[in-house]
């Protein structure tokens, strides 16, 4: 009897150690792996940017805007990531407001010497100078000031009385009122643009120099400042972008997202810069004024604004989102083409204007009806499966994800430039998701082997995710940790 | 038939009063036949009565001691204590009569003799020694009437057939009427009473022998006159009725009943039980030998007058058989070939005749095991058998098991099958490129697939206990318990045919017992199963 128990005995167990022990093979290599909280970064990963060099790619991830003066570093060059940062903190004085967008540079150049793979990552005070604090892979520490009170007009608050406040405030635990925004150009030496709603302010670094120069408020000699929130909206400033024209020059963007008065549709104003000077003047010479303004005809248009290179080609694309909808403009179409001078009825999308991109459900991903205005927050540009081509990844931190509530996820789109359609390629989800992970509220792309990995920040989760696979990706551009 | 009374005595064939005077040694050597030390006794007798009249007492004694050794009878002794106390010899005369009580207790004048040996020791006290010699002349008895001194004499009475009652009566008044059979006959006195052969100590005078009726013979009397020191020898040959004859029935197995001219049914009782013998009619004559188990046989023969026949009557047995069924549960269902033939009951054996061979025999019982079997049936007897049914062996452990087993082995297919849910989820997930190393499922599906693994082996363990305490059997079969065959009981009855189950026994009355009459004490340890456990129990039948 136990001679013949026996055999079915040991299939038993045997069968029931692979019931456990295959989970064990599943957790080997998962594809999405977390990066962890280094340690008391509050909202850690709610923003984020990387840079891509020879030596891997940079990720600097940040915490809650404003809140935590803290922010970590990652280099990345493989598939099995250590989890701890390069580097972490980047504020020894806490006079830090590390803000929601930061921006990387290719290269810095301070004092002539150039610093590969730079971060922006918000405002502050650094060795007694408030400006734009930098940090780079190497190491280096920097600030970029920004525009103090003109000389001519000493009674107006500057940027850099903004800083100040923000700064007082913030020792006061006290309402900030600046929310700096900061962009940067994707060459290798990049143009820097930041702005301030605040005060309706906007400058620019042009590229190899720490000169801020102002956009606005700016006035002719011997006039007033003029009000830009009377002249380009009450939110102008609200946020920023930046563009490489294939012809040369940038094309800087600024938005109004809430419109002028009653005119309550977003207007995103565009500046045309030349070897770091603003090549259309307003009615006063050498007084800058934009080239044109891009009228939304909606609310909350240009709330959030990225830019990049999707599609094949030179031209670089404008992402102007409001919230809900994110159109896609080509960079040389709109500096060539201007839409209109002052947004006052130059229709849309007659210029410049490729496709548009909404918030798609899937069987696992829903929650598109409750987005108000974070579509498009979260923006990266990156070739996930390998073919050569771009995809569009937008992170949806309100997503539902399997019924679970605000779970968050990163929605892949392919956009076809031609047809200009947009298609749905991939939901990126962790399957770790809890509610109010609030996945996607930063996401970027990092280069790894032939094909781009998706970064995706959890700030309810306090970690990011990366994800090294993809179900589009075709052979041989899937790595280890792909079946 | 009527029966003719005829000579009393047939024969008699002696009454012989023989004075034998013999030496004392004399009749050491008759042993020939009994009649011939009887003729010694009797010679010796006589010698002594003769001596003793001569006054030689010492002599007489000698020669009545010869006849006491050739003969033990009391009256030689008798004799020789009263010539002993002639002569004065009262120690001797004391130990001869002390021997003669001894050796006849009921002797017809023992009083007499434990009087006369009061005296003897009343004459032999020291204080009384010049009391001279006791008079022994005071007789208080009939017999001591006629004197102490008077020798006695042997009274001896046979018959053919032997074994007939004897009745001696003693006529106490001389001038009494003759003796009447059957009256009152005032002066007369029964002193004597046995079986023939018969004999008495008996003083002179006269007496009346009756020889009583038994069986058939007829009673046959006679006067006789017993003399002094004498021996009286009487034979008598009975006589039975008239116009009989003797008949004899054996049969190899005794006990077959008997019946004469009464033919089946046979209204009459039987006439007697093999072996019996008896007087019948003349004439034409039918004989019925029955017994039970056996063919009925008859014979028809015709007897004369003064005939002896004997019949030697060959029995054959019956061919068919009795089984008694009985059982050690209740109610036993009880087939036969197949065919029910009744419910056994503790207090309802079941009786069934069957042709003779082997027969099957199927059992069943409420919670025993189904019991088949086989009996061979002999010709003309009864088998008793006991259905020894035993006790299914309890499944409930067996049962609970399983169904343990079965709400184990399906909770271990539902972890199983939540397991392989979440393991699609997460190898769905990992496909998808969405599975992360913090995710709880890891866990969740590794409890499940313990659960399950821990659920399949118990269920599994449990299953294979059960399927075990399913197939165990550790008691016996049920069986049959054959008994020794026996003969029908005797009785006037007919075999039993078929006894249909009883109720019942009322209250208060014993229930007859289950089991085989026959069948031997048993003592066994044998398992028990009940409900409550398994545990060992002694059973013992008495």
Redesign the interface.
């Given at each position: 009897m136990f001679r013949q128990a026996l055999p079915l005995l040991l299939i038993t167990t045997c069968t029931s150690c692979s019931w456990w022990s295959r989970f064990d093979d599943l957790k080997d290599h998962p594809p999405v792996v977390e990066m962890e909280n280094p340690g008391g970064i509050v909202g850690f990963g709610t923003t984020m940017a990387t840079v891509t060099t020879e030596v891997g790619t940079h990720l600097l991830v940040l915490g809650e805007p404003n809140v935590s003066p803290k922010g970590a570093t990652y280099r990345i060059t493989n598939d099995t990531p250590a989890t701890t940062p390069n580097a972490s903190g980047f504020c020894p004085t806490g006079r830090c407001l590390f803000g929601s967008t930061p921006a990387a540079l290719q290269t810095m150049l301070i004092d002539g010497q150039p610093h590969e793979a730079c971060f922006l990552l918000g405002v502050g005070d650094r060795d007694d100078t408030l400006g734009l604090l930098g940090h780079c892979s190497d190491g280096l520490d920097f600030v970029l000031p920004v525009p103090g009170r003109d000389e001519a007009h000493p009674t107006v608050k500057s940027p850099r009385d903004v800083i100040a406040e923000d700064l007082a405030l913030q020792s006061l635990d006290k309402l900030l009122i600046g929310d700096f925004k900061i962009a940067a150009s994707k060459d290798d030496v990049p143009l820097i643009a930041a702005a301030t709603r605040h005060l309706g302010a906007a400058w620019f670094y042009a590229p190899a120099t720490t000169v801020p120069i102002l956009l606005s408020p700016v006035a002719a000699p011997g006039l007033p400042l003029e009000d830009p929130f009377l002249t380009f909206g009450d939110t102008f400033g609200s946020e920023v972008a930046v563009v490489k024209l294939s012809e040369g020059g940038y094309l800087l963007a600024i938005a109004s997202p809430h419109g002028i008065g009653n005119d309550t549709q977003g207007r995103v104003w565009l500046y045309r810069i030349v070897e770091g000077k603003v090549v259309h003047d307003g009615p006063h010479p050498d007084v800058p004024a934009p080239m044109s303004c891009l009228p939304g005809f909606r609310h909350n248009f240009g709330i959030h604004m990225r830019s990049g290179k999707l599609f094949e080609g030179s031209s670089e694309q404008l992402f102007i989102s409001d919230g809900v909808t994110i159109s896609i403009y080509d960079a040389d179409d709109l500096a060539k083409y201007p839409p209109s001078v002052d947004c006052s009825g130059a229709p849309l999308g007659s210029t410049g204007f490729i496709t548009g991109v909404n918030c798609v459900e899937t069987a696992s991903v829903s929650g598109c009806s409750r987005i108000t205005n974070e579509f498009g927050r979260a923006l990266a540009i990156a070739d996930v499966n390998g073919d050569g081509s771009k995809e569009l990844v937008i992170g949806v931190p309100t997503l539902d994800v399997d019924g679970t509530n605000t779970a968050g996820a990163a929605l892949v789109y392919h956009v076809d430039p031609e047809g200009k359609q947009t298609r749905l390629l991939e939901t990126r989800i962790i399957s770790s998701r809890d509610s109010g992970d609030g996945l996607g509220s930063s996401v970027a792309a990092m280069r790894i082997g032939s094909r781009d990995v998706v970064v995706a920040g959890a700030p309810g989760l306090g970690s990011f995710f990366i994800f090294f696979c993809s179900t589009t990706g075709g052979a041989g551009h899937d790595s280890s940790r792909c079946e | 038939m009527t029966r003719t009374p005829i000579l009393p005595w047939l024969v008699a064939a002696c009454s012989v009063m023989v004075a034998l005077m013999l030496e004392p040694r004399v009749g050491v050597a008759q042993t020939a036949s009994q009649p011939t030390s009887l003729d010694a006794a009797k010679k010796q007798m006589e010698r002594g009565q003769e001596l003793y009249m001569q006054q030689k007492y010492e002599e007489a004694a000698a020669a009545f001691a010869a006849a006491y050794t050739i003969q033990p009878y009391g009256a030689f002794l008798y004799n020789e204590g009263v010539c002993h106390q002639k002569i004065g010899n009262n120690d001797k005369a004391l130990a001869i009569f002390r021997k003669y009580l001894a050796a006849d207790p009921g002797a017809p004048d023992a009083e007499q003799v434990r009087h006369r040996i009061q005296r003897l020791e009343q004459a032999t006290q020291p204080l009384d020694a010049d009391a001279g010699p006791v008079d022994a002349d005071s007789p208080s008895s009939i017999v001591e009437e006629a004197g102490p001194d008077l020798m006695k004499s042997l009274v001896m009475i046979e018959s053919e057939p032997p074994s007939a009652p004897v009745s001696v009566y003693y006529r106490t008044v001389p001038s009494a009427s003759p003796f009447q059979y059957g009256q009152d006959n005032p002066g007369w006195q029964r002193v004597a009473t046995g079986q023939t052969p018969f004999h008495a100590s008996l003083q002179l005078g006269r007496y009346h022998i009756v020889l009583e009726p038994f069986a058939d013979f007829q009673k046959s009397e006679t006067d006789i006159d017993v003399a002094e020191g004498h021996v009286h020898q009487f034979k008598a040959n009975l006589q039975q009725g008239e116009f009989l004859a003797f008949l004899r029935v054996t049969t190899p197995m005794p006990g077959a009943r008997i019946y004469v001219d009464d033919p089946p049914p046979h209204k009459k009782p039987p006439w007697g039980r093999t072996p019996h013998e008896g007087l019948i009619g003349v004439g034409d004559h039918t004989i019925w030998i029955v017994k039970n188990g056996f063919e009925t046989a008859s014979r028809a023969f015709s007897v004369k007058h003064g005939e002896e026949r004997e019949e030697l009557v060959e029995l054959i047995r019956g061919s068919k058989g009795t089984l008694h069924i009985s059982g050690n549960a209740s109610p036993i269902h009880v087939s036969v070939d197949g065919i029910p033939v009744g419910t056994f009951h503790p207090n309802s054996a079941i009786t069934i005749e069957l042709p003779a061979g082997k027969h099957e025999i199927t059992a069943t019982a409420d919670d025993r095991k189904d019991l088949v079997g086989q009996v061979d049936v002999p010709r003309g007897q009864v088998v008793p058998i006991d259905l020894v049914m035993v006790p299914t062996t309890p499944r409930g452990a067996a049962w609970t098991q399983a169904i343990v087993s079965a709400v184990f082995v399906g909770g271990g297919i539902a972890l199983?099958v939540q397991?392989d849910i979440v393991?699609d989820?997460?190898?769905t997930?990992?496909?998808?490129?969405?599975?992360?190393?913090?995710?709880?499922?890891?866990t969740k599906?590794?409890i499940y697939?313990?659960g399950?693994?821990a659920c399949?082996?118990v269920g599994?363990t449990l299953a294979?206990l059960s399927t075990?305490n399913f197939i165990k059997d550790p008691t016996p079969s049920s069986a049959i318990r054959v008994g020794v065959p026996h003969d029908y009981p005797d009785s006037d009855t007919a075999p039993p045919r078929l006894s249909a189950p009883r109720s019942p026994a009322p209250a208060g009355k014993t229930a007859p017992r289950t089991t085989s009459p026959v069948a031997p004490p048993a003592l066994a340890i044998v398992p028990s199963y009940p409900w409550q456990g398994v545990g060992l129990m002694l059973q013992g039948r008495f």
């Open positions: - | 199983k397991s393991y989820d997460i190898h997930a990992k496909t998808n490129g969405s599975l992360t190393e913090s995710d709880e499922r890891y599906g590794k697939a313990y399950s693994a399949f082996g599994g294979l075990y």
